[in-house]
């Protein structure tokens, strides 16, 4: 089990640490763990947010443990040193074209949700977002429009075979939960998505078994916080999957919550929480970890077919919120180390 521990910036660095001891805790055997620089660490290290030896690493391990990028320092550089190229970079190196988002409500912590309990209660989603794509990837740049103005553009687009194959992904994960998938797009505005639904209608012949609805990004954004347990598999492109699962975290109770696992066709995958790098509260020991640790468990079901380790990890997590060991973004005052040390202990007990 070699690893490619990529901790990143900000908080990134806090927690991972509780991720790796995590890992540490469940005493794997052949578990190799290899540090490396990304991001805007990686750019003052190396002068690149992405150096050849940490994509080296990245492809040849067996997995990518990945925190998060970002530093207000390197805001102002040009857009190919940023710190999130590295993400973007990986991502498409790797070719880990599905990112799951998965949101379910905790056993009776319903109370944590920003939303009314008994609403909060019934979420139990699943965000396939579509990765290496869409306006994240198409051509770019600013310009002079003929009246001199400066401009700014993105170019979003998706071809069909994008399109298909983020689609059997997600009628495939819809076959193994409630059957059900929502198609988020915004058809009635955007070429992008007219084929997109095209192609997603197309390829629900082969799932006759699951139940297909279409629904466009700003009613799917509204039902989220109106009637979240209506959703089972949202199928969205990488731009609306982006801001859909930070709203969904809210729904569940924190961003500091969620995992995601990108995947592609093999088992290798670049496992990291939804979240960033926190600037606001990087270096205060404060950050929730159990993002980052769920992060982990994704890890060792999907690239190392750990199923009951990956749920022990799931059920300590769960337990010490139970238990109302909470960090500041839950409205308590336990630190990143406290959580982690908590989680650590279930494992043992
Ligand atoms: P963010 O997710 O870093 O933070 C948003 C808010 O949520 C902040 O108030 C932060 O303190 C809080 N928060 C986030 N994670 C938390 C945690 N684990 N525990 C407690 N509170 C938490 O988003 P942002 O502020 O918009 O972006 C900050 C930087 O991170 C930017 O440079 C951005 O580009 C980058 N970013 C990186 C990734 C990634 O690496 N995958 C994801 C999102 C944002
Ligand atoms: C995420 C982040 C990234 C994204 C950024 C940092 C490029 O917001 O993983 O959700 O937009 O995909
Ligand atoms: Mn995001």
Known sequence: MHIAVLA?????????????????????????LDHADVGGVAYKNHGHPLPPATLDLAKTADAVLFGAVGD???DNLDRHLRPEQAVLGLRKEMQTFANLRPAKAFAGLENLSALKPDIAGAIDLLILRELTGDIYFGEKGQRKTDAGLREGYDVMAYDEEEIARIAHVAFKAAQSRRKKLCSVDKANVLQTSVLW??????????YPDVELSHMYVDNAAMQLVRNPGQFDVMLTGNIFGDI????????????GL??????GTGTKGLFEPIHGSAPDIAGQGIANPSAMILSAAMMLRHSFGMESEAVRIEQAVATVLQQGILGHDLGGSASTQEIGDAVVAQLAS
Do not use: T
């Open 258 to 263: 969620l995992a995601s696992a990108s995947v």
């Open 244 to 255: 859909l699962s930070d709203q969904a975290s809210m729904c569940v109770g924190s961003i």
């Open 72 to 74: 207000p320092d390197c």
């Open 8 to 32: 990143g910036d900000g908080i990134g660095q806090e927690i991972m640490v509780e991720a790796v001891r995590v890992l540490d805790a469940l005493n794997l055997p052949d578990l190799r």
């Open 197 to 206: 639904r095209e192609v997603v209608n197309e390829v629900a012949s082969d």
